[in-house]
Nanobody, 114 residues
C-alpha cells in the first residue's frame, strides 16, 4: 500500500524558513520523479518544485532561488527547503510521486504571517 506523509509545515514570519519532508512507504523515490505542489485558498493547485530519478530539478519561477528540493535515498524522503518565505507562499503543500499512477500525500499547511 502506498502512503506519502508530509510534515514540517507551520506558522512562520516573513523572511523565515521551513523544511518540509515527504516520507514514502510502498514507493521508492530514487527510481521515479517526485514533486511538491501547493494550493492556496481559492486558487488552483500549482507545481512548486520537481526532482527526477536522476536528481534533475525544476522550480516554479515564483520560488526560484528561495526553495530547494532534494532527496535522501537512504531515508526514502524528499525535502523542500523553503527560505525567504513570503506571505504569498501561504498554502497547503503536497508531495506527489509519479509512479504507474500519481500518488499524493495529505498535505501540510504552511502559513507565512507576522
Amino acid at each position: 500500500q502506498v502512503q506519502l506523509v508530509e510534515s514540517g509545515g507551520g506558522l512562520v514570519q516573513p523572511g523565515g524558513s521551513l523544511r518540509l519532508s515527504c516520507t514514502g512507504s510502498g514507493v521508492i523515490f530514487a527510481i521515479s520523479a517526485t514533486s511538491w505542489y501547493r494550493q492556496a485558498p481559492g486558487k488552483q493547485r500549482e507545481l512548486v518544485a520537481h526532482i527526477t530519478a536522476g536528481s534533475s530539478t525544476t522550480y516554479a519561477d515564483s520560488v526560484k532561488g528561495r526553495f530547494t528540493i532534494s532527496r535522501d535515498n537512504a531515508k526514502n524522503t524528499v525535502y523542500l527547503q523553503m527560505n525567504s518565505l513570503k506571505p504569498e507562499d501561504t498554502a497547503v503543500y503536497y508531495c506527489k510521486y509519479s509512479g504507474y499512477i500519481d500518488f499524493w500525500g495529505q498535505g501540510t499547511q504552511v502559513t507565512v504571517s507576522s
